[in-house]
């Protein structure tokens, strides 16, 4: 079994920066790609960012020029750095590996816990 922990999340005011962090271990290799999602209460977990083994980057729309993802696989690790953060991007943000075809993102089954960020006055 893969595990995924996220961390680095909190409590932020409106145009500051977080740096997510995503930690795997288990029977892992870091040959897939990963993404992050967010959720925010009520609505449906949506794609972030993704990154493939070879550390091509796709985001979505809504992140882009603010978010960096990032990868090291040597410690297992994902990253997302946050900047320019708007209460709009309040959601529990959680890290997953997948598969890349062309644009589409295919996630599988594991999942982290996922971090709170909030972003607010």
């Known amino acids: 079994q893969v595990q995924l922990v996220e961390s680095g999340g909190g409590l932020v005011q409106p145009g500051g920066s977080l740096r997510l962090s995503c930690v795997a271990s288990?029977?892992?290799?870091?040959?897939?790609?990963m993404a992050w999602y967010r959720q925010a209460p009520g609505k449906q977990r949506e794609l972030v960012a993704t990154i493939s083994a070879a550390s091509s980057k796709d985001y979505k729309d809504y992140v882009k020029g603010r978010f960096t993802i990032s990868r090291d696989n040597a410690k297992k690790a994902v990253y997302l750095e946050m900047s320019n953060l708007k209460p709009e991007d309040t959601a529990v943000y959680s890290c997953?590996?997948?598969?890349?075809?062309?644009?589409?993102?295919?996630?599988?089954?594991?999942w982290g816990q996922g971090t709170q960020v909030t972003v607010s006055s």
């Open positions: 997953n590996t997948g598969t890349m075809r062309g644009i589409y993102y295919y996630p599988s089954n594991y």
């Open positions: 288990g029977s892992i290799y870091m040959v897939n790609s």
